[in-house]
């Protein structure tokens, strides 16, 4: 960095002192960290973006003294003065700057500051509340500002990787109509047209589809997506994708190009090398192996399906859900064994609070006597010697290990599983923090069940909903008859997962008109619906389409992980909380009755707050 990028005002960045700059005479400016009197003189540390310092104003040096008595924390100030070498016995190993200090001939306050509403410091216990609600203090600490430079550097990473492979950077409109990825849509109404709203996208999917109708050939942005979602887990109402197009191509140029993108991330961020080709993983194998279609392959504990082994069974709930067509799906939890009777009943609870009516359990232990180990557990007495011996092959669970099982509807058991998996491999210490494993998850279903979606106008006259989005292109096998066989039925999407977190989804497209109007009429959109909702993009596949596919990883979770964080509000500068609220700025809020007339709104009234 060169000096001038200090700003006018100051000569050097507070953070970039070290010895070479002794006898050098300096202007630093920044916020007041810590002061502290001293035999009659005072020591300020001084922090900027660069950094800290030392400054001392000495006993001498009245003017400066005077205003280093006067500052408080977080006041701001700017110094001049001579950088000298730290006596020896005072350096500061810890500190970049710790070598020298700064001798202040003049301090000046820019500007007072209130007590700050907790410190500036990394590791301090300050509820997220107040955080937000100071969010300007908050970004202030070493580790949210490294956070922002960290997203700022990978947003420049992602640009030269999409640049040098032939991308353009293309801005597509936010007051559009909506464009369904399975959530509701936040509205926009217009004042110059009574009685019409603009959606705001929740991704820039149709543009991204007809630029490539357009002849861009190979499109990108840095897209703000807006989401109008139930914020159960980590989410944010408005986030940020790279959302990318490319035509003439496959599934296997988007495997090329993410893979090169992430590799290059890797290097440059942290240092690290990834392995390539990312592995590969069906859908259905992801499920059946893994019980989720985001596997953390960062440990092993597969699931196993029982269904074999408890066919002709006598141990009665399992009986009863495999006679309904149900699953009985285990895992074997290495050195399970030392669990206690009461873990069990919490890992028991656990699974209930998941809408399980309970979780079977045992324990492998050596035989008293004879040489096969044996399971112990409430449902071994039911269990014959043939299905023991089945469940320790199947789960490959040895002495000192735990199983459970888990029983019911298919799906729900996998999923249940899956989620048991995680939370015990978390529990237990399990997972590895310095991996990175990333996986391609293909060829997933084309629809879901409807009951699956948070969105209550997915709903359709069949009660399927995409799985990804409507205008995901069906497996070749399935062109024919998807409407058949719509629980079979498979597309070519592909979602990047990286340790358990999804971090990308995108798919090949439909480039055929009528069958995209195939798929609308099968999810219960008419010809006239589609017409009125989706006609431009209909329209547009008259005026020749070329084959095109896509993607778009989150920024936020990317930029989350590579930051070593647990949730995506740490890296992002003004996020709202769980509830969609700004506490900085207080949005949403009330808004004025008339600006509100004149767009043609009336908002209902505010529940009373309880
Ligand atoms: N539009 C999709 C999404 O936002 C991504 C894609 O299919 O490219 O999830």
Sequence with gaps: MSITSYGAMRSHGAGTLRAEHVGETVTIAGWVDTRRDHGGGAFLDLRDRSGLVQVVADPDASDALEAAHRVRSEWVVLVTGTVRARPEGMRNAKLPTGDVEVSASSIEVLSAA???????????????????????????????????????????????????????DVETPQLTRPTPEGARDFLVPSRLQPGESYALPQSPQLFKQLLMVAGIERYYQIARCFRDENLRADRQPEFTQLDLELSFGDEEDIYALMEAMFVEIWREVLGEDLPTPFPRIRFEDSMRRFGSDKPDLRFAMELADLGEVFADTEVGVFKGVLGAGGAVIALALPGGGKLTRREFDEWTE?????????????????????????????????????????????????????????????????????????????????????????????????????????????ATAEGWVPNHHPFTAPAPEFLDDFEQRPGEATTRAYDIVLNGTELASGSVRIHDAELQRRVFRFLGISDEAAEEKFGFLLRGFNYGVPPHCGIAPGLDRLVMLLCGEDSIREVIAFPKTQTGSDLMTDAPAPYDEIALKDIGLRLAPRPAKG
């Design 114 to 168: 209130d007590t700050p509403p907790f410190p500036i410091e990394d590791g301090i216990e300050v509820s997220e509340e107040l955080r937000l609600r100071h969010r300007y203090v908050d970004l202030r600490r070493p580790r949210l500002a490294r956070n922002l430079a960290v997203r700022s550097q990978t947003v420049s990473i992602i640009r030269r990787v999409m640049e040098s492979n032939g991308f353009i």
């Design 350 to 458: 656990w699974a209930k609070r998941r809408g399980a009516k309970g979780l079977a359990w045992g324990v492998v232990e050596a035989p008293a006597e004879g040489d096969t180990p044996t399971l112990r557990s409430p449902l071994t007495k039911f269990m014959s010697d043939a299905e023991v011996a089945g469940v320790l092959a199947t789960t490959g669970a040895t002495v000192g290990d735990a199983v459970f099982f888990g029983a019911g509807p298919l799906r729900f058991a996998r999923q249940l599983m899956g989620a048991l998996r995680n939370a015990l491999a978390e529990a237990n210490d399990m997972i590895p923090d310095s991996r990175w494993e990333f996986v391609w998850v293909v060829e997933p279903p084309m629809f879901d069940p409807a009951a699956d979606s948070d969105d209550p106008t997915a």
